[in-house]
Structure formats: C-alpha cells, structure tokens
C-alpha cells in the first residue's frame, strides 16, 4: 500500500502523465545499466593495479583521438532525449489547461497546516465550506481554484493530479478527474513550517448521486442539541471554539479554522493527524500542541465535566 | 624616479636554475613566521590549503547534522527531534553543505592549485585572495554562531517567502542567514573576480588558450557566472531583510508585493550556482583521470567547450525550480526543453571520461577509483535530472524524495567524490607525503557502497510519494523499510568519510614520501617539489602544449616545453603577466608584499555585520569606520610598486 504512490493513476490528468513519467523512467534506467557497464568493462582492462610506482610503469601513450566515440555517443543520446521533449511537450498541451467546463469548482485555501475546501454553487446559500476532506463525484472534471492562505502550500493529489502551489497573492488554477470511486491521499508539498509533515488531506471520488447525498448533507446547519449535557456543550463551543470555528446554525461563526459544523462525517481530524472518534477527539481539544507542536490551536485544558459536555455536543455533529 | 624608469622598461633575464637563485626568491617569498605570517599571508598555497581544511571541517558539521537527521526518519513517528529542531537542521545542512562546503572546497583546490598549474607564481591579486578566505571564515562564524545559538535558518537553504518572512518567522533566524548570505557573497565575489584575471593574466608563457587544465576551464566559467548571479541572491537577502527589518513590501503580497520574486531571484542564482559547484570538480576529473589511463583526455576541445555551453544554458534553467507555481504553460515549456537540452553538453563530459579510458591503459589507484565511479554516479544524477526536466512528470516528482536523491547524486557525486580523488591525487603535492593506498582502497568502498545504500533507495521511496522536508512520517505509506535502509547507508557513508580523514591524519605522520611528479601527470605543478617552494617556479616556465611534462614523449615536432629555464624574475616578488589569449608576455608583474590589511577589514566588516544583526547601529558604524580604514591602508599608493610617482622637488 503507498497513498501517495504516482506510478499509479486513478483519473485523467495523472493517466495522461503516467506513460511518460515511465518512459523517462525506462530511459534513466537503461542509461544506467549501459553506462556502468561500459565503465565496468573499461575498468576491468586496467593494465596494473596500484599506487604511484605502478601507475608510472605504464608508459604515455598518445593513442587514437577517440573524438567519434564521443560524436557516436551523443548521437544515440539525442534520440531518447527528442522523443522525451516532443512527448513532454504533448503531454503539458494535455494537462496543463483547466477544463473549459468544469463539472465542479472548488475554492481550496491552504492555511498552516490544514485545507479549507469551499463548494461553489451559482445560488449563494447552496455554498458551504469543510476542511481537509473533499468529496467530487466520479467521472466529472472538477476545477481547483487555489489560494494563499498564509505561506506557500502546494496541492497535491498523486493518484489524480501533480502538484500545483498555493501562493499568497494569485489564484493557481489545478484540476482532477478521478475515473473510478475510491479515498486518494493528498499531501501539501511545499515546506510550510512547523507542522508541513501533518498537512494531509483526501479526496474521495463517489459515484454521483452519491456525491449529491453527501452535498445536500453538508448544506445542512448543525443539528440542536438533544440533552442538558449537548445543550452546555453547545454554549462551551460556541463560546471557546468559536473564536475560530464556525459551527454553522450556532453563535460560532469564526473562519479562522477547519469548519466543524459536520466535523465527525470526516474520516481524521487535524489534517490527516488522527481519525476522527470520540477518544481522540478527547485527547486533540486537550493537548494539540502535543500531538501537532507548533499548530494554531491552544492546549484548552478544560475541566472534565466541561470536557464531557463538549465532546457530547461535538459527537452530534454528523 | 631614475630607478623606477629602469624597472619600469627591464626585460625578463632568461637563465637557468641555481641554488644560489631559489635561495634569493625564498628570501623574497617566504612568509614570516608567527602571528604577522598568520595574519598576513598572501601566499595562494597557504590560502588554498586553509579554504581546504575550513571546507572540510564544515563538510563533518553538515554530515553529523544529516546523521542526526536519518536517526529520525529511521522509521516512522520517531519523536527525537522537535519540528524546530527538524527544521533548523534541514535547513542548516542545507547551506552548510552547498554554501559553506561545495564551493569553497573547490576554491580552495583552484587556489591552490591554478599558479601551479599556470606556471605563476601567485594569484592576480594576492591580497584579494586572502581577503576572500578570511571572509568566507568569518561568515561561515556568523552563519553558524546563528545556529548554535538555536538561531540557524529554519525555511530551508531556499528560504522561500513568506514563511521567511517577519510575520511567520519573528526570531533572529532569517536575520542571520540573509545576513550572513550577504556577507557570504563578499567572499565569492572577490575570488571570483580573482579567478577570472588570473586565468586571463598570469598563464606561463606560451600556454594558450587552448592549452589550460579543464580544471581551470570548470573554476573559470563558474567563477563568470558566479560574478553574474551572486548579485541576484545578495539583493534577494538583502530585500529580505529590508522587509523583515524596515517594514518595505518587495515580497508582502498584502501590499502588491511578490512571493514570486524571491523565487525567481532565488533561483536565477541558485541553478547557475548548482553548475559552479559541480563543473571545477568535473574539470578534475578531466585532469585526473587520464593521468591514470596514460594518455590525454580525449576531445580536450569539445570538453572545454561544452564546460562552457553548460554554464551557458545553466543561465536559462532556473524556472524548472519552480513548474508548479502557476506560471503560465508556454513558459514551462521553454525552461523544460533547456532542461533537456543541457543532458547534451554534459553527456560530451561522460563520453570523453569513457573515451579516455577505453582508449588508454588504466591503473587502478584510490584516486582513479573516486575518479571513475563518479562518472556513474554523474549519470545517475543527470537521468534524473532529466526526469524532473519534464514538466507534466516533474508535477509528480517534484518536492518528493526523488529529487533529494537527485540532488545527492549531484552533489556529493559530482562534487565529493571528485574532491575525494583530489586528495588523494594532489596530497602529495601538498604535503611531501602520499596517501595510504591501502587505507584508500577502504576509504573508497565505504564511501561508494554506503553512498548508493543511502541515496539509491531514496528514488524509490520518493516515487512512492514521500514529500521532502517533512520531520517524521506515518507508517502504512510503505516507506518504513526503505528509510531504514537509508538510514543504515548513511552511517556507512559517514564512516567511509572518516576514513579519509584518518588517513590524512595517520598519512601526515607517517605516510611515505613522494616525489616531485609521483604519478608521471603531465601539467605544470608536477614539475616543483612537494611541497612547491613559497615561490612555486624558480625560473617561469614556457609552454608549448597542453601536456608540458609529457611532450618529450608525445611531441611529434621535437619541441618540447621548457621547465628549468626561463625568466628570473628575481629582482623583488615578480611574476609574468602574460595576453589574454595567447600567453604571450606582456609585463613584469609585482606582487605585493604580505598585509594583515585583509584580515583587519574582515575583522570591520564582521563588526557591520554584528551591529546590522542586533540593529545597533554604533556597533555598525564602528565596523564601517575600521573597514573603510583598512580598505585605505590596503590601497595606499606604493613607490616600490610604482603606484605612485615620487614627488616632484
């Protein structure tokens, strides 16, 4: 198993990629093998086998001039390296265009060190935003617009597309297609700081109807609390977390960190960190600096009935 | 005045060799001992072998920082080290090994070496030379008083903004390293000013153009594109600093800024930078080599030649650093077809290595060996550099693992193992004293085993998807085995560069002596003593061809170059100064006397650059106040130099 593998491919843009990245691959290596053994043969014909007084035995020779040798050589090199650079060149005419239309469009904003993934939708309300987790559906073209948060991020989707920087300033425009279902690993790839190691994320391809289940379900504000113990929860996250979550529905309205209106339909929490389950979750509220050094969220340090309340309210949302 | 007219016209004397003669020129060349000689000295071996030694010592800090590194990514979530404490390393490693290793090591070989093999007796600029040292150690000081001192960079060598920039990075860190890279520069730009007169003036009669080491071809196209591209990382640093230090916007996108612009400055710099540190080395390895397959490089010219061309596409490269910034695709595809196009002049280099060998009859000694599996590991490092010179592929390749094997392979491939097979070429000149051959042999296969052991699984690991600069791992990403084994071949690695060291040491002690010319080599510096005398050449040699020592076996004509007569040039610290093109002699060169004025304004610069750290500006001013006084002493106009007419009664 290798998440971030890219000798495979599950979509479009990297199955365009693919053939060439092993042709350059097959050439490297053939190189390799066909210049060591030259050498290793070359070598082998040594006359004497020792220092100074050895090497001064064999006497100078002027020998032939051997020029042609170096014109045969790049002769045969300069077709392996043609082919390379008119396949390369079809290759990025392929690949490099954003789709003319899109199926999907994302506004995906990298922050140290999480994802802030934003749904467009020609109606205002039928936009919403998650974090480190983005669902597209099978088979469409989906439009990655991507922006700088705060430092330089890169976006990367090895089974689905290469990788493309987010820089503060500009607007870098990637896309992917992924041709069958599945949860394809992403990773930043631009060194970001502290936490650049735990700056992970996954895209999950689902056939359509699917895809739509899944929209219409993040559209939904979070739900009321059901029991005295979420009601308390509710307050506590509205009133701490809220400074930088949002919970949409509630009085926490912060954009400053990963939405968590629908927090516990993500498979991990932290960017990759850790799965998402009720233990963890525990353990992330009370020492983040801990598990991820050096990330935005403070240790809360919160009593334990405080922290019950909390993490009942936080389980609520589906 | 009537004296200074006599110098000014005289013509060379042209004599033979005496001992009377070397002892009037040891007089007039020999450093004084103590402190002055210390302080003072302007003798190019003298230089060269400090610029070695400093680089060294840098190269076992570097390398102990990359062990503490593989301890933890041995395996994965391995907590040894802090994020902090990661990054700071990486980072560190990083400029220490490019910065403060790479390229000195091969300045203080050329500066050692290029008199010697030009048959002069010192640099262009004797003074320059030592100031270019004393730089290069103060600033390697700065850089790494930063580092102990938890300060060290922490964004990487490449140091991009905003991450370097004051708002994500508030300590003193990004202020020592741009400091310190501008106080670098200094150093680079005074040598490399140095190794283009030198090469352009001082060659011995007779040795044309068409005539000189390849080393001097690699030390000199690198020394060009460094004097072009060092202001570009200079002003990047420096710009850096402003905004850090002065509130200005060059790269605050907040403030129509560009993050962009750094990169571009970065690397316009930082992919010609990449050839000058690897094509001097590459020149020893044309220089090396054929001494030990017994015959002459095969296409001298072309491999000149394509030196050359490299340096020159070098300069239309640096946006490969940067396919995935959104630059537009018409763009990319230009900075990709010169990626691959640059294959083409260094394939030249790996046919004429082959070639030479093919053709000659070789001896296998440690020397040879570093020598010849470089061109292996040079081939590896290019086809991947070929690789990553596809953009759609480098969108997958790039900022993974594989383009840190990539640059490993580079690097010490193209840049240790041939300074390795220096050492064990040249020590003997250097010092009177060979290398043990046993101890060498040793010395080669640990570092040629444990290096592929270490940075070969690294292609693999980085195609499975591990992204670069990352402090630790997850497990389950199928990287866990390969990273141990990784791990495993860079202690091995280490251990084989122990192993030169202690041969150094142990050979220093009692190693066998050697010979003015031990290896029967064919270029000037094998015609001195060894160790070569303060004075290098008693008499200047003329040159007739590329391999002076061997004409006598290889010239067809019967014209032979002459190393025991010639000129003089024994009426104070003289050499010849020689046309650019053809060696033909021009002038009598005087050289200056030994000066502590290098050394005092690297003392005032280095105080600038304290008080431009600290922001406190007396301290700064003071600095100033002593590098200006000793930039007057260094420069004052001399009679005996006839820099100055007395005056007139």
Redesign the interface.
């Known amino acids: 198993?290798?998440?971030?593998?890219?000798?495979e491919a599950a979509g479009e843009r990297?199955q365009?990629?693919l053939p060439?990245?092993w042709l350059?691959?097959a050439?490297?290596i053939a190189?390799?093998i066909i210049?060591?053994i030259?050498?290793w043969l070359?070598?082998r014909?040594?006359?004497?086998?020792?220092?100074?007084a050895?090497?001064?035995a064999?006497?100078?020779?002027?020998?032939?001039?051997?020029?042609r040798?170096?014109g045969?050589?790049?002769a045969i090199?300069?077709v392996p390296?043609l082919v390379?650079?008119v396949?390369?060149?079809v290759?990025?005419?392929?690949?490099?265009?954003p789709p003319a239309h899109p199926g999907l469009t994302l506004d995906i904003t990298a922050h140290?060190w999480w994802w802030e993934v934003r749904y467009d939708a020609a109606e205002p309300d039928h936009t919403f935003a998650t974090a480190n987790e983005i669902h597209i559906p099978v088979g469409e073209r989906v439009l990655v617009r991507?922006h700088?948060g705060?430092?330089?991020h890169?976006f990367?989707v090895?089974k689905l597309?290469?990788?493309?920087?987010t820089?503060?300033?500009?607007t870098?425009?990637s896309w992917m297609q992924a041709s069958r279902a599945g949860r394809y690993?992403g990773?930043?790839?631009?060194?970001?700081?502290?936490?650049?190691?735990h700056m992970a994320f996954e895209v999950i391809a689902e056939p359509p109807a699917q895809f739509e289940q899944w929209r219409a379900h993040q559209l939904a504000p979070a739900p009321r609390p059901a029991t005295p113990e979420q009601t308390r929860g509710m307050s506590l996250v509205e009133y701490r977390c809220g400074a930088c979550h949002q919970v949409r529905g509630t009085q926490a309205g912060a954009l400053a960190a990963p939405d968590l209106t629908h927090l516990m339909s993500r498979r991990t929490i932290a960017s990759?960190t850790l799965p998402t389950g009720p233990g963890t979750l525990a353990e992330w509220i009370e020492a983040p600096q801990a598990l991820k050094?050096?990330n935005l969220m403070p240790n809360q340090n919160l009593p334990q009935q405080q922290l019950t309340d909390v993490l009942a309210y936080l389980e609520t949302l589906k | 005045m009537r004296e200074m007219r006599g110098v000014d016209f005289r013509t060379p004397t042209i004599g033979a060799d005496s001992v009377e003669h070397r002892a009037r020129l040891l007089d007039l060349w020999e450093t004084a001992p103590g402190l002055k000689g210390l302080l003072g000295t302007t003798d190019h071996k003298v230089i060269g072998i400090r610029y070695i030694v400093t680089a060294f010592v840098f190269l076992a800090c570097g390398g102990i920082e990359a062990l503490i590194m593989r301890l933890q990514l041995a395996g994965p979530n391995h907590t040894l080290l802090t994020p902090q404490q990661y990054d700071q390393l990486f980072s560190t490693h990083g400029m220490t090994m490019i910065f403060l290793y790479a390229s000195p090591i091969l300045s203080g070989f050329s500066n050692y070496l290029w008199p010697l093999l030009l048959g002069s007796r010192d640099m262009a600029f004797p003074r320059l030379n030592a100031f270019s040292y004393w730089i290069y150690l103060a600033s390697g000081i700065f850089l790494y008083v930063g580092f102990l001192s938890g300060n060290g960079p922490n964004d990487g060598w490449f140091n991009y903004v905003p991450y370097a920039s004051r708002d994500y990075n508030p300590g003193l860190n990004e202020d020592f390293y741009s400091l310190g890279m501008v106080f670098l520069g200094i150093s680079v730009t005074a040598g490399a000013a140095n190794f283009i007169v030198t090469a352009f003036r001082t060659r011995a009669p007779g040795m044309s153009i068409d005539r000189i080491p390849i080393l001097v071809w690699g030390t000199l196209t690198a020394s060009a594109a460094n004097l072009v591209v060092i202001p570009a990382v200079s002003l990047a640093f420096f710009l850096l600093w402003m905004d850090r230090q002065f509130g200005t916007h060059f790269y605050d996108s907040a403030n129509n800024g560009q993050p962009l612009l750094w990169q571009h400055l970065f690397w316009i710099f930082g992919h010609p930078w990449v050839y000058a540190i690897v094509l001097p080395a590459m020149g020893m390895v044309s220089d090396g080599l054929p001494v030990f397959c017994r015959r002459p490089l095969v296409g001298y010219s072309l491999v000149a030649l394509s030196t050359v061309a490299t340096m020159i596409l070098g300069f239309g490269v640096w946006v490969h650093h940067m396919f995935a910034t959104g630059l537009p695709g018409l763009g990319l595809s230009f900075f990709s077809a010169a990626s691959i196009v640059i294959v083409v002049p260094s394939a030249v280099a790996v046919f004429a290595w082959l070639a030479t060998l093919w053709l000659g009859r070789p001896v296998i000694t440690t020397a040879f060996l570093f020598f010849a599996s470089m061109i292996l590991l040079f081939v590896i490092g290019g086809v991947s550099g070929f690789m990553t010179a596809s953009v759609p592929v480098d969108w997958q390749l790039t900022d993974t693992y594989f383009v840190v094997a990539h640059l490993h392979y580079v690097l010490i491939g193209i840049n240790v193992f041939p300074v390795v097979g220096a050492t064990y070429f040249w020590f003997p000149k250097m010092t009177g004293k060979f290398l043990d051959e046993k101890l060498g042999r040793w010395n080669f296969w640990t570092m040629f085993l444990g290096f592929n052991l270490a940075f070969l699984p690294m292609h693999i690991t980085g195609l499975l998807g591990m992204p670069r600069r990352v402090y630790t791992y997850a497990d389950g990403m199928g990287w866990d085995t390969l990273n141990m084994i990784i791990s495993v071949g860079s202690f091995v690695f280490a251990v084989g560069v122990l192993l030169l060291f202690i041969n150094v040491f142990k050979s220093l002690r009692s190693g066998a002596a050697a010979p003015a010319n031990p290896w029967d080599a064919p270029t000037l510096e094998w015609s001195v003593p060894s160790p070569p005398p303060p004075y290098n050449f008693s008499v200047i040699p003329t040159v007739v061809s590329r391999h002076p020592l061997w004409d006598g076996r290889l010239s067809e004509s019967g014209i032979v170059s002459a190393v025991d007569r010639g000129m003089l040039l024994d009426q104070g610290k003289e050499t010849i100064a020689t046309s650019p093109m053809d060696a033909s002699p021009e002038m009598i060169m005087e050289m200056p006397e030994d000066t502590p004025a290098p050394f005092v304004l690297t003392v005032g610069i280095s105080i600038l650059f304290v008080g431009l750290l600290l922001k406190v500006w007396p301290l700064a001013i003071a600095g100033a106040v002593v590098s200006a006084l000793s930039i007057l002493v260094w420069l004052w106009p001399r009679r005996e130099l006839r820099e100055r007419e007395a005056a007139h009664g």
């Open positions: 198993m290798t998440p971030l593998g890219y000798l990297a365009a990629v060439l990245t350059t691959l050439i490297s190189v390799c210049i060591g030259l050498l070359g070598v014909r040594a006359a004497s086998n020792g220092g100074a050895e090497t001064r064999i006497p100078i020779d002027r020998g032939s001039s051997g020029v040798w170096i045969i050589g790049i090199s300069a390296l390379t650079l396949w390369t060149m290759a990025l005419a392929d690949v490099s265009g140290q991507l700088g705060d430092v330089i890169s990367w090895p597309t290469g990788k493309t920087d820089i503060p300033g500009q870098n425009l690993s990773q930043c790839t631009e060194y970001c700081g502290l936490q650049h190691a990759g050094p050096g």
